[in-house]
């Protein structure tokens, strides 16, 4: 069975590699968190607020002009339709309402393209709670407008000016944040990265997506199981949601696309499977992008969502095992696949996901195959990037 | 008999260890402070290895991280340059670093290296204590190195007790809710939490770290447990010391007022 052991570990990876300063906060998450979303009273409050603020469930969509040019039957888990427009938010309304029993004043966040700030953002002023969002100060100018939404929203954003000043080094900072303010404070990590529980947790909150396309796929083909899943990897939540309930379903491929920037030999990329080796960074033991001494080096992607030195411990163990294929799309075939997408299927989405479609280009299947694609999000945040491609 | 132990055996209060970053300010200062820093009577030298991402590190001790990533240090270099050490001082040396560093150089060959040029003991931040028993106990332990955990006024008395009882060179309290060198000057309420460790009468000898730093702050701790341990105010004084050896000499000096013959 692939999951999680009770050390907190996926095979070789995992576990909670932290400061004692932060043990009480992460010992009190993992002896309470799974008594407290198994609750009945938490399930519905949480299904409720899944249905009617978030959008829920999403379309399986059957994309027949995508499906007629790639000559396989081609199903898109629309994620770009929830609130805030990107699959992040099913994690943080499953955070904020655990924070909140477990009576917590404030929140922090961090956040690479601002899809998860302004997600934590949006739950916070849902719930009327102090929110703090750490971002790298090169994301703060190249991501304005999600920059502009969280402080809308009623957020503090706090660039975080260390190191390379993005996604790595604001998640440094809040961690930080987190040591300086331990007790009244959660700390909603964005992705299956951090160390146990949170890789599990997260995962579990975005494990609705494969819940609802094995509903889904039922009631349209007959069957739960596809005979591929494509999602795209930068810390690895969407693709992590999308594969769980299919973990331990041998007949479906689950490819995990990562992000190859100019090229996995660039120098200029985040193909953490291909370029990077055994590490611990922020709490966990996973695979991670390093220097021959051991320091994170700054990763590359045209998507800021995937713009990650590593990947969450459950991918670095489903690569490891050999249970998911790994592939890396270059900058420039994901701007194509996004473009593509949007003129075949009147839908412009988010770069990140526009990865995972063009795998479809460097992977093998057969004509009758039935493949689920995890549209993790909306162009709409792209918008600049997409016009600075120009090539439409 | 390992250093620590004859320290802490020789000597039960005002304890001062220094903490700097290998590599900083300069790529070869590294021998050159710590002899400085024995010669001024710090008992315990804490060297860091520089790491990209140090979590538990206030902007002074990044900032020196960075620039000693920017020197070009690395663990080979540092051992290089810790070869022929106990030549030249006897004073405790422990090498406090991020894991990443240290297991890509590889912890057996690391903590090997370690004996051989001399140091005493380790202080991993992100080394959580079922990791270092599940893990790393029995190599540290063939290695004959000390590991040193930390302890903040979150920790329950049971996980105290835990750590105290896996100890066996000092226990590192950090005196706030904080990473290094975040608040200055001790509050009450942080007094209330020495105490109530000192209280504890553990086993092994305590210092007490993160916001010490100077005189007025190292005598008000040091009544609180064996010693006392410094490190971004350090980091500030090699940040703008004008000759090196004489202003590490005034700065320890200063903080303990009065003058320490080492030389015994």
Same mark, same amino acid.
């Given at each position: 069975m692939i999951g999680i052991d009770d050390k907190g570990f996926y095979g070789k990876f995992g576990g909670a590699y932290i400061p004692e300063m932060l043990h009480p906060n992460i010992e009190e998450l993992k002896q309470n968190y799974v008594a407290i979303i198994e609750d009945k009273a938490f399930q519905s409050q949480f299904d409720n607020l899944l249905t009617d603020y978030v959008g829920r469930p999403t379309p399986l969509y059957l994309a027949s002009r995508l499906s007629e040019k790639y000559k396989a039957k081609i199903y898109l888990k629309r994620e770009d339709l929830c609130h805030t427009g990107a699959h992040k938010v099913n994690n943080t309304i499953g955070q904020i309402l655990l924070a909140q029993k477990l009576g917590k004043k404030r929140i922090i966040a961090e956040t690479g393209a601002g899809q998860h700030g302004v997600a934590t953002a949006t739950v916070c002023a849902l719930m009327g709670m102090d929110c703090t969002i750490y971002m790298g100060e090169v994301d703060i100018a190249r991501q304005r407008p999600n920059v502009e939404r969280m402080k809308i929203l009623g957020a503090k954003v706090i660039p975080a000016s260390s190191g390379s000043k993005t996604l790595k080094d604001a998640t440094n900072e809040a961690m930080r944040q987190w040591i300086n303010d331990p007790?009244?404070?959660?700390?909603?990590?964005?992705?299956?990265?951090?160390?146990?529980?949170?890789?599990?947790?997260?995962?579990?909150f975005q494990s609705v997506i494969s819940k609802e396309i094995k509903i889904q796929l039922k009631e349209k083909e007959?069957?739960?199981?596809?005979?591929?899943?494509?999602?795209?990897?930068?810390?690895?939540?969407?693709?992590?949601?999308?594969?769980?309930?299919?973990?331990?379903?041998?007949?479906?491929?689950?490819?995990?696309?990562?992000?190859?920037?100019?090229?996995?030999?660039s120098g200029k990329s985040a193909a953490t499977t291909a370029l990077g080796k055994m590490g611990i960074l922020h709490g966990s033991k996973t695979l991670l992008m390093q220097t021959e001494d051991g320091q994170v080096v700054e990763p590359h992607s045209i998507s800021a969502g995937l713009d990650y030195p590593g990947i969450g411990p459950i991918h670095a163990h489903l690569f490891d095992i050999g249970r998911a294929e790994f592939v890396g799309v270059e900058d420039k075939h994901a701007m194509e696949a996004g473009i593509e997408l949007s003129k075949l299927e009147g839908i412009i989405p988010a770069i990140e996901s526009a990865h995972a479609l063009y795998a479809l280009n460097q992977i093998e299947y057969k004509p009758d195959d039935i493949i689920v694609i995890n549209l993790s999000g909306r162009g709409d945040k792209d918008l600049e990037t997409y016009i600075k491609w120009g090539k439409y | 008999m390992n250093r620590i132990d004859r320290l802490f055996q020789e000597k039960?209060?005002?304890?001062?260890?220094?903490?700097?970053?290998?590599?900083?300010?300069?790529?070869?200062?590294?021998?050159?402070?710590?002899?400085?820093?024995?010669?001024?009577? *710090?008992?315990?030298?804490? +060297?860091?290895? #520089?790491?990209?991402?140090?979590?538990?590190?206030? %902007?002074? /001790? $990044?900032?020196?991280?960075?620039?000693?990533?920017?020197?070009?240090?690395?663990?080979?270099?540092?051992?290089?340059?810790?070869? *022929?050490?106990?030549?030249? +001082?006897?004073? #405790?040396?422990?090498?406090?670093?991020?894991?990443? %560093?240290? /297991? $890509?150089?590889?912890?057996?060959?690391?903590?090997?290296?370690?004996?051989?040029?001399?140091?005493?003991?380790?202080?991993?931040?992100?080394?959580?204590?079922?990791?270092?028993?599940?893990?790393?106990?029995?190599?540290?332990?063939?290695?004959?190195?000390?590991?040193?955990?930390?302890?903040?006024?979150?920790?329950?008395?049971?996980?105290?007790?835990?750590?105290?009882?896996?100890?066996?060179?000092?226990?590192?309290?950090?005196?706030?809710?904080?990473?290094?060198?975040?608040?200055?000057?001790?509050?009450?309420?942080?007094?209330?939490?020495?105490?109530?460790?000192?209280?504890?009468?553990?086993?092994?000898?305590?210092?007490?770290?993160?916001?010490i730093s100077d005189h007025e702050s190292f005598e008000k701790v040091s009544g609180y447990a064996h010693g006392a341990i410094i490190g971004s105010a350090f980091i500030k004084v090699l940040s703008s010391a004008k000759e090196l050896k004489s202003d590490i000499q005034t700065y320890i000096q200063e903080v303990k007022k009065y003058n320490y013959d080492h030389s015994s």
């Amino acid at each position: 069975m692939i999951g999680i052991d009770d050390k907190g570990f996926y095979g070789k990876f995992g576990g909670a590699y932290i400061p004692e300063m932060l043990h009480p906060n992460i010992e009190e998450l993992k002896q309470n968190y799974v008594a407290i979303i198994e609750d009945k009273a938490f399930q519905s409050q949480f299904d409720n607020l899944l249905t009617d603020y978030v959008g829920r469930p999403t379309p399986l969509y059957l994309a027949s002009r995508l499906s007629e040019k790639y000559k396989a039957k081609i199903y898109l888990k629309r994620e770009d339709l929830c609130h805030t427009g990107a699959h992040k938010v099913n994690n943080t309304i499953g955070q904020i309402l655990l924070a909140q029993k477990l009576g917590k004043k404030r929140i922090i966040a961090e956040t690479g393209a601002g899809q998860h700030g302004v997600a934590t953002a949006t739950v916070c002023a849902l719930m009327g709670m102090d929110c703090t969002i750490y971002m790298g100060e090169v994301d703060i100018a190249r991501q304005r407008p999600n920059v502009e939404r969280m402080k809308i929203l009623g957020a503090k954003v706090i660039p975080a000016s260390s190191g390379s000043k993005t996604l790595k080094d604001a998640t440094n900072e809040a961690m930080r944040q987190w040591i300086n303010d331990p007790v009244d404070t959660h700390y909603i990590i964005g992705s299956v990265v951090g160390p146990d529980p949170y890789p599990e947790m997260v995962a579990k909150f975005q494990s609705v997506i494969s819940k609802e396309i094995k509903i889904q796929l039922k009631e349209k083909e007959g069957r739960e199981n596809p005979d591929m899943v494509i999602a795209c990897v930068g810390g690895g939540s969407n693709a992590a949601g999308a594969f769980y309930h299919y973990y331990n379903e041998p007949d479906v491929r689950l490819i995990a696309v990562e992000a190859a920037g100019l090229g996995i030999h660039s120098g200029k990329s985040a193909a953490t499977t291909a370029l990077g080796k055994m590490g611990i960074l922020h709490g966990s033991k996973t695979l991670l992008m390093q220097t021959e001494d051991g320091q994170v080096v700054e990763p590359h992607s045209i998507s800021a969502g995937l713009d990650y030195p590593g990947i969450g411990p459950i991918h670095a163990h489903l690569f490891d095992i050999g249970r998911a294929e790994f592939v890396g799309v270059e900058d420039k075939h994901a701007m194509e696949a996004g473009i593509e997408l949007s003129k075949l299927e009147g839908i412009i989405p988010a770069i990140e996901s526009a990865h995972a479609l063009y795998a479809l280009n460097q992977i093998e299947y057969k004509p009758d195959d039935i493949i689920v694609i995890n549209l993790s999000g909306r162009g709409d945040k792209d918008l600049e990037t997409y016009i600075k491609w120009g090539k439409y | 008999m390992n250093r620590i132990d004859r320290l802490f055996q020789e000597k039960q209060e005002k304890i001062l260890s220094i903490y700097f970053t290998a590599g900083y300010p300069k790529i070869d200062d590294t021998l050159p402070i710590m002899e400085a820093i024995a010669a001024a009577g *710090g008992d315990v030298i804490e +060297i860091g290895i #520089p790491f990209s991402d140090p979590i538990a590190d206030g %902007p002074t /001790i $990044q900032e020196s991280n960075k620039l000693a990533l920017e020197n070009g240090m690395t663990l080979k270099l540092l051992f290089r340059q810790l070869e *022929g050490m106990r030549e030249k +001082i006897s004073t #405790p040396v422990v090498l406090m670093g991020y894991l990443n %560093p240290i /297991i $890509q150089y590889g912890m057996e060959a690391f903590c090997s290296k370690c004996q051989e040029v001399g140091v005493d003991g380790l202080i991993l931040p992100d080394l959580p204590m079922q990791q270092y028993l599940d893990e790393f106990k029995e190599v540290f332990d063939q290695y004959g190195l000390k590991n040193t955990f930390l302890i903040s006024p979150q920790t329950s008395e049971n996980r105290i007790r835990e750590i105290d009882r896996h100890s066996d060179g000092f226990i590192y309290m950090v005196s706030s809710h904080s990473i290094t060198g975040a608040k200055s000057g001790i509050s009450d309420q942080q007094l209330e939490y020495f105490q109530r460790v000192k209280d504890m009468d553990l086993n092994n000898p305590r210092l007490i770290g993160f916001g010490i730093s100077d005189h007025e702050s190292f005598e008000k701790v040091s009544g609180y447990a064996h010693g006392a341990i410094i490190g971004s105010a350090f980091i500030k004084v090699l940040s703008s010391a004008k000759e090196l050896k004489s202003d590490i000499q005034t700065y320890i000096q200063e903080v303990k007022k009065y003058n320490y013959d080492h030389s015994s």
